[in-house]
């Protein structure tokens, strides 16, 4: 997963070097899948990580990302129908997980342990999560896991139906639903904060900035992962560069 060729790229404020990629051509071998349904398949050919799961499940990163990063890729979710009546052409759950660590390890490596896959088996770890779309395309929201079973929630979008006190952000809107068939860009970015810049973490889609948050305590290193449920994923154009500037 490291950049082998070292390519450097510039833009017009920072100065970035990519520091991981994948172009899945070549298998899973950077990658760490955890299905709760054996039945659900994670591949990576022709360009393409496609994750079709009924039910949870996380693909994590090998290689722990730390310092200031930027995080970039597409994702297409496809309409899934589930064996039941449950789930029809259901799109939903654009999730990830980033600096995540597990305080059960010595060196707070989340691939060397083992998790099903269900979302409660998380619990322990402290990360950053997004779900995008998720709850059916019901909700968008930022939760800072600390280890604790309550997933502590930042802030959210929501509809009507899933509203809790912690969707501050207000209601679902164009931005921050899912398409079928049709990509999102998402961006992440994650940096230690400074006086001028005291937001460590931004996430956006398609350009557009949905989440920036000021952590008291930022979580700044750790792992990546992909994380979705009851959903069908195609995932291409998977970068992380450092920022420096």
Known sequence: MPDKNNRNTTSSSD?????AHDSFTD??????????????????????LEIIQPSGA?????????GNYEITFDATPIPFTTGGTK?????????????ATDPTTEDKDVTKNHFDAS???????NLYYVGFGANSNGTTRLRRNDGSVGRPQITGYS???HRTVDDHAGP??????????????????????????????????????????????????GWFGFRTITSHWKISNFKVTRLIG
């Open 172 to 221: 679902m809107s164009e931005y921050t639903r899912l398409y079928a068939n049709t990509p999102t860009r998402v961006k992440i970015t994650s940096i230690r904060p400074t006086r001028d810049d005291p937001v460590n973490l931004k996430w956006y889609a398609n350009e557009r900035l949905i989440f920036g948050y000021e952590d008291p305590h930022p979580y700044l290193e």
């Open 119 to 125: 979302l409660n088996s998380y619990n322990s770890l």
């Open 15 to 19: 100065s970035t070097t990519v520091i």
């Open 87 to 99: 789930f029809i052409e259901r799109i939903s759950d654009l999730n990830m997980f980033w600096n």
């Open 159 to 161: 509809t009507d139906e």
């Open 58 to 66: 996380t693909v994590w990163l090998k290689q722990k990302l730390f």
């Open 27 to 48: 298998g899973l071998a950077c990658w760490k899948v955890e299905q709760q349904d054996p039945s659900g398949t994670v591949t990576a050919g022709d360009g393409v």
